[in-house]
C-alpha cells in the first residue's frame, strides 16, 4: 500500500490502485471492509474489484476527492459516454467494477477515477495512447508542467513515506493525513 498509494495517504492524489497478494485462506471484502473501517476518519474509501490469480485489485481513494470530481459536469458528461447514469461514488464505483469485470484491459475511463485529469483521459483514448507529451503516473496529452510537477511530488512522497515506514518509525495509519 506504501509503494504505491503514497501520494493519495498523503492527501496528494485523489485515488491509486494496488495489487494484494492474498492467500488462499484470506478473503479480501474482508479485508477492505476492516481498512474502510480504520481509515473512516481519515477520509479514505477502499474497494475491491476483483481477484485473478491469488491477487485482489484494491483501489484506494479520498472520499471528497472523488465525489468532487464526479460532481463536475464535464466528468458526468463523458462517464455516461460508458454507460455511467448516476454519479453517487458507490454507485459509480459498482460501475466501474463491472466494467473491469467484462474485460481482460482497463477501461479507459479508470483514469478519471484515480483523479487524472480529463484532458489527459480523452487525449489517451484519442490517441490510442500514444503522442503524450510526457509519462509519469499517467500519460500526459495536455497540461505537462503542472504534470511533471505532480510526478515529482508524487516520487518525493513515496520516497519519504516508504523511508518511513521501513525504519518502522510510522505505521500507514500514521502516515495516512486525515481529509
Sequence with gaps: MIEYCAPTLA?????????YV????????????????VFEDKGLGFKYFHRS??????????????AAKLRNVNV????????????????????????????????????????YPLGDVIGFIENNGKHCKCIGSWK????????????RRFRKCKDVYQKLWTEGTRSVIQLTVAG
Excluded at 490469480?53 to 472523488?66: N, Q
Aim: glycine share 6%.
Design 140 to 151: 500526459v496529452y495536455c497540461n505537462e508542467n503542472e504534470a511533471e510537477r505532480d510526478f
Design 11 to 19: 492527501s496528494l492524489k485523489m485515488a491509486n490502485l494496488f495489487r
Design 76 to 115: 458526468q458528461r463523458f462517464l455516461r459516454k460508458y454507460g455511467y447514469c448516476d454519479f453517487d461514488i458507490d454507485q459509480a464505483l459498482d460501475r466501474l467494477s463491472g466494467r473491469l469485470s467484462a474485460s481482460s484491459e482497463f477501461p479507459h475511463e479508470i483514469g478519471i477515477f484515480l483523479g
Design 22 to 37: 492474498c492467500a488462499k485462506e484470506q478473503d479480501p471484502e474482508i479485508m477492505v471492509k476492516c481498512w474502510n473501517e
Design 53 to 66: 490469480d491469488g491477487s485482489a485489485l484494491i483501489y484506494v481513494y479520498r472520499k471528497s476527492g472523488l
